[in-house]
């Protein structure tokens, strides 16, 4: 099993340019988190899904971001414009009937 | 809403030293509760859990006792190593919800 996979790997980018970040679940893992770490705030829950479907966005910082996961196997979280303090390391999860999330790699973005 | 409440960091021992990194929740209902460790430039992995009061969740050493009158999970281990160098996260989850996490504890173990 390839665990959770996540790209790029690292994406440093100019403010107000558009930045996507992608995740490849489990296969089998029917629910999908995306998480944002930073010094300052720690761990934070972006988003999740169920079933493809988003049940819980409260998370999301604001309308610069959204995400998407079109099929099983793929979801996307975008930033459009991206903003200097939007750098941080992005985590993607998913998790199976068990309670136990796989988290991936992550993503780390600087955004200058 | 459910919360969890970490020992402060960061923690600094050295090899073999008893390592304690306290853990406190609030919850309704029954949550699971679980350890996560995260080490340098990788994701988090679930290192124990516990599902149910009194059970002790255990792995690498380490172990966590669900204590449902205290609400603690404190997570323990009697001698660390220099690998155990990481940033530690006590979580629950109560019924479908998601995972709730705390702030994370860093640890460093010196030689």
Same mark, same amino acid.
């Given at each position: 099993?390839?665990?959770v996979i996540q790209s790029p790997r690292h994406e440093v980018t100019e403010m107000g340019q558009e930045v996507t970040l992608r995740c490849k679940p489990i296969s089998g893992h029917n629910s999908l988190f995306w998480y944002r770490q930073t010094m300052m705030r720690g761990l934070e829950l972006l988003i999740y899904f169920n079933n493809n479907v988003p049940i819980d966005d409260s998370g999301?910082?604001?309308d610069r971001f959204s995400a998407k996961m079109p099929n099983a #196997? *793929? #979801? =996307?979280l975008k930033?459009?414009?991206s903003e200097p303090r939007d750098s941080a390391?992005? *985590?993607c999860a998913s998790r199976g009937e068990t309670t136990e999330q796989y988290f991936g790699p992550g993503t780390r973005l600087t955004v200058t | 809403g459910d919360s969890v409440t970490q020992m402060e960091g960061p923690v600094t021992l050295s090899e073999e030293a008893f390592l304690t990194i306290n853990c406190t929740y609030t919850a309704t209902g029954y949550p699971s509760l679980f350890w996560y460790v995260q080490y340098p430039g990788e994701g988090l992995q679930l290192l124990l859990k516990a599902t149910k009061a009194d059970d002790k969740g255990s792995n690498k050493g380490f172990e966590a =006792?669900?204590?449902k009158e205290t609400t603690s999970f404190h997570l323990e281990k009697g001698s660390v190593q220099v690998s155990d160098s990481a940033v530690y996260f006590c979580a629950l989850k109560a019924g479908a919800q998601k995972l709730v996490f705390g702030q994370g504890t860093r640890l460093t173990i010196n030689p």
């Amino acid at each position: 099993d390839a665990g959770v996979i996540q790209s790029p790997r690292h994406e440093v980018t100019e403010m107000g340019q558009e930045v996507t970040l992608r995740c490849k679940p489990i296969s089998g893992h029917n629910s999908l988190f995306w998480y944002r770490q930073t010094m300052m705030r720690g761990l934070e829950l972006l988003i999740y899904f169920n079933n493809n479907v988003p049940i819980d966005d409260s998370g999301m910082p604001e309308d610069r971001f959204s995400a998407k996961m079109p099929n099983a #196997s *793929f #979801s =996307t979280l975008k930033i459009q414009p991206s903003e200097p303090r939007d750098s941080a390391v992005y *985590f993607c999860a998913s998790r199976g009937e068990t309670t136990e999330q796989y988290f991936g790699p992550g993503t780390r973005l600087t955004v200058t | 809403g459910d919360s969890v409440t970490q020992m402060e960091g960061p923690v600094t021992l050295s090899e073999e030293a008893f390592l304690t990194i306290n853990c406190t929740y609030t919850a309704t209902g029954y949550p699971s509760l679980f350890w996560y460790v995260q080490y340098p430039g990788e994701g988090l992995q679930l290192l124990l859990k516990a599902t149910k009061a009194d059970d002790k969740g255990s792995n690498k050493g380490f172990e966590a =006792t669900y204590r449902k009158e205290t609400t603690s999970f404190h997570l323990e281990k009697g001698s660390v190593q220099v690998s155990d160098s990481a940033v530690y996260f006590c979580a629950l989850k109560a019924g479908a919800q998601k995972l709730v996490f705390g702030q994370g504890t860093r640890l460093t173990i010196n030689p």
